[in-house]
């Protein structure tokens, strides 16, 4: 089968006509063809550049696949594939051609019955704009004729979870006077119909909605598309709201009244409608994942309030009526920059009657100040030893002269119903300690130790304590505080001080000591004494027992003895009395023999002397033995025997001689 046309030649009166073979067209399966008119018709309108119906130039119309009977001398033609768009891609479109953009606009207005604009010649016919037009192209396959639309493939928006889309439109009519966002408008479909966006009055610049996270086919020429991150609000945070937009705030209030339905400032159109402020809001934002749009509202990140066991809450609230004049809770007063700052109940401006037990709080920090106040025993400390002393040790000088350093601590509450009126009148703890209790306890010691000398101070501490405690508390209760205890816990005098007290009371305790030691000494020997008795008893016992039992036998015994002392006495007797007659017999018999023998010395005597007596009584001895023959002692004389005899003579007189004691 041939692809040819005849093209005929005749001649008709003056004309001549011919014939001629030439192909047909044929266009693929994926292709377009665009043809160029090149004779044979009506010249194009002046500012065209696209030819429609039988205008001589390149033709709006395009031709799809297919087999085409063309004159080749008419028409020229080229060919070019088909318009491929992705998924997750959008076709925008300018136009080439068309009638001109009203003033004051930047994208044309949109025509029927183009095809997404597939169909050109309609688009020119149905009064289509030269220039960006609103609408896009989706995903698909499109024959669009490449010279009257430029094609631009973008990415279709994409919001992540966890993000929002800011949106600002390019065009539209402007923004109301006095407002800092585009005002909503329905019927725009997340921004994806633009020109429902432009026909119900959309405004250009920055947009009042936002987008959330999903897939949008926006104009990204009509509507600039940036991606910001979602508010979140973390556990244990609130988030503070400041509107950037709304009516104004009135002169005397400082955060802007409730309003509802703005879904936690997530509508902002909502919020605007129903009166919303800018300023400071008094709502807050709990925990949680908010699509806010950030060109609306400014979120502020702060901690929850949190009131831990203990302690309670007062609350300073700026919002509420002015309290009237005859408020009954007018006694407790604070002045600051010149206005007074009342206990109030509910509803009214001022430092609430009211306080917040433990607990945690949502609570806004723009509109309601909290002071969280101790309403357990608060320690101040003077001191050196703990590891954050509050102040330092107090230096006093005493009476004589002396520097005492004294470490000391306070103990103060606060009671729960007390503390709004320790708050209004002093402000804090801090304050309250700073400005008063250190004030009043230093100065009291100061005047003390002026009236009592530096070792009467020491040893009267007791006094002193109760002296500075009585001070603080008529002091601390004009405050609204409860003074527990003063507690003075150490004394430091001079150091050449304490050695001349140190030395006294050592040598008293010394005397102390040697008396105690005497009288234990004392105990001692008495108790060992006792002790000794103690353990000597058994044997005391035994002894008493043996003494009885002594006593017994020498009762016996004497009696025994009595009786054998009489027997033995009358033997005795009947033995003495034979003695006596014996030793009388013997004693005549001696006497008589004495006799006997004196009278024979005597008659001796006379006869030779008492030299011969001695002589012959020698001789016997010598006889019988009873005197030596070798002489102890040898005395020379001229007369050798006569000298022996005379000595050994004169040695027995002298024997004779001495008394029976002498040697």
Not at 100 to 105: C, D, R, V
Not at 136 to 156: D, E, M, Q, S, W
Request: with cysteine.
């Amino acid at each position: 089968m041939l692809n040819l046309i005849i093209i005929g030649l005749c001649v008709i009166g003056a004309y001549i006509f011919f014939r001629i073979l030439v192909p047909i067209v044929v266009v693929g399966g994926n292709q377009i063809a665009i043809l160029e008119r090149r004779y044979f018709g009506k010249t194009m309108t002046d500012g065209h550049v696209i030819a429609v119906g039988n205008e001589i130039g390149v033709q709006a119309r395009i031709l799809g696949p297919g087999l085409y009977f063309l004159n080749p001398i008419v028409y020229s033609l080229r060919k070019s594939a088909f318009t491929v768009i992705a998924e997750d891609e959008i076709g925008i479109i300018e136009a080439v051609d068309g009638r001109s953009i009203p003033q004051g606009h930047i994208f044309a207005k949109v025509v029927d019955n183009h095809n997404a604009f597939q169909d050109g010649e309609a688009f020119l016919l149905g009064g289509g704009e030269k220039g960006p037009q609103v609408e896009v192209i989706p995903p698909g396959t499109y024959r669009l004729n490449p010279v009257l639309f430029k094609l631009t493939i973008a990415k279709a928006i994409e919001i992540p979870p966890g993000k929002i889309g800011i949106i600002t439109a390019l065009d539209g009519a402007p923004i109301t006077s006095g407002r800092l966002l585009a005002r909503h408008v329905e019927g725009h479909n997340n921004f994806e119909n633009g020109q429902a966006f432009l026909s119900h009055g959309g405004q250009r610049g920055p947009q009042i909605d936002v987008l959330m996270p999903g897939a949008y086919r926006i104009n990204t020429a009509l509507f600039k598309i940036e991606i910001h991150p979602a508010t979140i609000i973390p556990v244990a945070n609130i988030g503070l709201v400041t509107a950037l937009d709304g009516a104004p705030l009135p002169d005397n209030e400082f955060v802007a009244k409730k309003v509802e339905n703005h879904m936690d400032y997530q509508n902002a159109s909502m919020f605007l409608e129903a009166g919303g402020q800018r300023g400071p809001q008094l709502e807050v934002l709990k925990p949680g994942t908010y699509y806010i749009n950030p060109s609306m509202f400014n979120i502020t990140l702060e901690q929850i309030t949190e009131v831990q066991r203990g302690q309670v809450a007062v609350i300073v609230s700026n919002i509420g009526a002015e309290p009237p004049v005859d408020i009954a809770s007018l006694a407790a007063t604070e002045h600051v920059a010149g206005q007074e700052r009342y206990v109030v109940s509910a509803g009214y401006r001022g430092i609430q009657q009211n306080v917040m037990g433990p607990g945690r709080y949502y609570l806004n920090l723009c509109a309601e100040i909290a002071y969280i106040i101790d309403t357990t025993n608060i320690i101040i400390n003077w001191a050196t030893e703990d590891q954050h002393p509050l102040f330092k040790p107090l230096q006093v000088i005493s009476k004589d002269g002396f520097m005492i350093e004294i470490a000391m601590k306070v103990i103060i509450r606060v009671r729960p119903d007390q503390a709004p009126y320790m708050v209004a009148k002093i402000g804090s703890i801090d304050n309250l300690v700073q400005h008063v209790i250190q004030p009043t306890v230093a100065s009291s010691l100061r005047n003390q130790a002026s009236e009592t000398s530096a070792m009467s101070f020491m040893l009267d501490r007791q006094v002193e304590q109760k002296k500075v405690e009585e001070r603080a508390r008529i002091e601390l209760e004009k405050y609204h505080v409860e003074c527990v205890s003063v507690l003075i816990c150490q004394i430091n005098l001079p150091q050449e001080l304490m050695d001349t007290q140190t030395q006294r009371i050592i040598a008293r305790e010394q005397m102390e000591m040697y008396k105690a030691e005497g009288y234990a000494e004392e105990q001692r020997a008495t108790m060992e004494k006792k002790r000794a008795q103690a353990d000597m008893q058994p044997k005391l016992v035994d002894a008493e027992i043996g003494v009885q039992i002594a006593t017994q036998a020498k009762l016996k015994t004497v009696i025994s003895a009595e009786a054998e002392s009489e027997s033995k006495r009358l033997i005795s007797e009947g033995e003495a009395a034979g003695i006596r007659v014996q030793g009388e017999a013997e004693a005549a018999r001696i006497l008589a023999i004495g006799q006997s023998t004196a009278e024979s010395y005597d008659l001796q005597n006379k006869a030779i002397g008492g030299h011969g007596v001695t002589a012959i009584e020698i001789a016997k001895q010598i006889a019988i033995g009873n005197v030596k023959i070798t002489p102890d002692f040898l005395v020379q004389g001229s007369d050798a025997t006569g000298g022996l005899v005379s000595a050994y003579l004169a040695q027995l007189v002298s024997h004779s001689t001495q008394t029976p004691d002498q040697p």
